[in-house]
């Protein structure tokens, strides 16, 4: 793989940092700015909607800007807003920057995904992306967890301190690593399609329908992931310290997850979804039963965080290729299937929290998506078989 789609990676890392990372600092938000807990939450809230949002306005605003210049620009208003967020004393002002600093995200990645789809041959989609994606799954293996322990030490603005440090030498990596004209549409010129015509390609059906289970999918993967503290802590009674544990070991088989895809999911994304999806309902079930087992939870973990992120990135890779059409688009189409997924699942699995499923709730909440999610692949099988390979009978 190109060198430049490892330096996007790194941009990848921080900004998913940022996006994960405010989980565990929701408290010590409140306390410092004087609001409730719930309020401070809000500040999660903020960034998805930001990120649904900022995916196709972004990548629509920049479709004509050379790539490297929106790239790095996306990276230096993140860089700033983080600043901005590190010195202030309002609560408004905080959520203000969180929504900006999801566009930029949102608009990174929507640029970075069309880039990576033109930095490398048309069948080689799904290694790029798994590329791409190695930044995210980083995040969660050691970015999360690294700046709550920053945060614990020494305090939350400390954490947003390090995210617009972490900017620079992404933005260094884009600026020496992307060339000035990325593939055979360059964004600065009238060459290509028009924007309208980018647009309709969200009328092709399986496009759509790519997207829905990519969202459904992924919305599996963040109803659970979102929840984990009080599945670990009330559940399996484990201390405090071992939430960190688990973060990491979902992180570490969402970094396997990806490599796997990567490597199947250009020639063979439909074995990956017939196998891989049967299998990531079955373990959601186990983890479910499992959870107050401490080693179990502990296997099933690591095993969700593989499956969930072969299935979803593969997924996403399909996107891609049912986006050949919006060469400047479809890298925003697949963001907004993935931030759709991350915003949507926790929303339906937080509603479980008060009733009798208590902290499990969640768990059968993304079994459930995961049903839906193989009901529809399999009453349409074949209409996904003929677009994608025909491996799935």
């Known amino acids: 793989m190109p060198l430049p789609l490892y330096l996007l990676a790194v941009a990848v890392f921080a900004m998913g940092t940022s996006e994960f990372m405010l989980a565990g600092l929701a408290p010590d938000i409140a306390t410092s700015l004087d609001v409730s807990i719930g309020a401070a939450g809000l500040l999660t809230s903020a960034f998805a909607v930001g990120m649904i949002i900022g995916a196709p306005l972004m990548a629509a605003l920049a479709r004509r800007w050379p790539a490297r210049a929106s790239l790095l620009g996306f990276v230096l208003v993140f860089a ?110 009238s060459a290509g399609p028009s924007l309208r015509d980018e647009i309709a390609q969200l009328a092709m059906p399986r496009l759509v329908l790519v997207m829905l289970l990519g969202a459904l999918v992924n919305a599996a993967t963040f109803a659970t992931f979102t929840f984990l503290a009080p599945i670990v802590t009330d559940t399996a ?39 891989g999806g049967p299998l990531l309902l079955l373990g959601w079930v186990a983890l479910a039963t499992l959870a107050a087992q401490p080693v179990a939870l502990l296997l099933l973990v690591f095993v969700q965080g593989t ?45 479980t929290l008060g009733t009798d499923a208590g902290d499990l709730g969640p768990v059968w909440v993304s079994g459930l998506l995961v049903t839906v999610a193989l009901l529809i692949a399999l009453s349409l099988r074949r209409f996904i078989a003929s677009g994608v390979d025909q491996t799935i009978p």
């Open 80 to 189: 700033i807003v983080h600043v901005v967020g590190a010195l202030t004393t309002s609560l408004a002002v905080l959520l203000v920057t969180r929504v900006v600093a999801a566009g930029a995200n949102a608009g990174f990645l929507a640029v970075a995904l069309s880039t990576a789809a033109n930095l490398v041959p048309f069948d080689q989609k799904g290694r790029a992306l798994a590329v791409l994606l190695s930044g995210t799954t980083a995040a969660t293996i050691a970015g999360v967890p690294s700046g709550a322990v920053l945060g614990t030490v020494f305090s939350w603005r400390a954490t947003f301190w390090a995210i617009a440090l972490l900017c620079l030498p992404a933005a260094f990596g884009v600026v020496k690593g992307i060339p000035a004209r990325v593939g055979k549409t360059p964004r600065d010129t």
């Open 237 to 275: 009674g484990l201390g405090e310290l071992w939430v960190s544990v688990v973060l990491v070991l979902f992180g570490g088989g969402s970094f396997v997850g990806v490599t796997l895809a990567g490597r199947l999911s250009d020639q063979r994304s439909g074995m990956v979804i017939a196998v």
């Open 307 to 351: 499956l969930s992120f072969a299935l979803g990135s593969t997924l996403i890779a399909r996107v891609l290729y049912e986006a050949a059409g919006a060469p400047t688009m479809g890298g925003s189409y697949a963001a907004a299937a993935l931030n759709v997924g991350a915003a949507g699942g926790p929303v339906v699995a937080a509603a």
